[in-house]
């Protein structure tokens, strides 16, 4: 069984600050999403990483993946209270009803950027 | 057109009612999702459609029926609905399994 584990899972940060969000998965997978949902809304795709050392920018937001530690990691740079939202990593697990896959969610990282 | 669209918005319905949740793409996509979603958790996967057939159903209870007419497509029909069943529920679509799924914004769903 594929085990999603964020941590944290609520963060409390001041606008100006550096944080890092730790996402790490079980077993084997090549395909590591994360997405932000603010309340009451639905998710918002932020990076789709497809392989071992990707490191994408949006911003003041860095996604990274090391497929052989099992582990993305989501770095906020001067937060500002715009990112306050949560944060879902998602891992696509192998399926083999249909030789496809389904995406397996993290619990989330509930973040609050305060003056 | 990027968009996944869902309607309606909001629905309260009572125990013994029949409702639709409609979800709507025109990105081409070949696969679209159900999930639902209760407050302060994460999505949890209901149903899969790849190419229009149900290829994965995560065990959810028949009083949740899901149809894909065609692959632009897919409802969600309600029947004896349980007040725990209030949650938020989520559409998303993907070029197929395995790629970037894009959300659609979700119906609210209140069983009273």
């Known amino acids: 069984e594929l085990k999603v584990e964020q941590n944290p899972l609520f963060l409390s940060m001041q606008e100006g600050k550096n944080y890092t969000i730790y996402c790490n998965y079980s077993t084997t997978s090549d395909r590591l999403y994360w997405y932000r949902q603010d309340p009451g809304k639905s998710l918002e795709s932020l990076f789709v990483l497809l392989s071992n050392g990707a490191v994408k920018q949006e911003g003041r937001l860095m996604a990274s993946l090391d497929t052989k530690a099992r582990l993305s990691t989501l770095h906020i740079t001067a937060a500002v209270h715009d990112l306050s939202a949560t944060y879902f990593c998602a891992v696509d697990k192998p399926d083999p009803r249909n030789s496809g896959y389904a995406l397996n969610f993290g619990k989330g990282t509930s973040l609050l950027v305060t003056p | 057109d990027t968009e996944v669209t869902q309607t309606p918005k909001h629905l309260v319905m009572g125990m013994t009612n029949k409702k639709s949740l409609k979800c709507e793409q025109h990105m081409g996509h070949r696969a679209m999702y159900w999930y639902k979603q209760k407050a302060k958790k994460p999505p949890e996967l209901m149903f899969v459609y790849s190419y229009e057939k149900l290829s994965i159903n995560e065990s959810v209870p028949s009083r949740f029926s899901p149809e894909c007419p065609n692959s632009s497509l897919l409802n969600l029909h309600l029947h004896a609905l349980q007040p725990e069943d209030s949650a938020l529920y989520l559409c998303?679509?993907?070029?197929?399994?395995?790629?970037?799924?894009?959300f659609g914004p979700g119906t609210r769903l209140t069983v009273t």
């Open positions: 998303a679509s993907s070029r197929g399994r395995g790629y970037e799924q894009y």
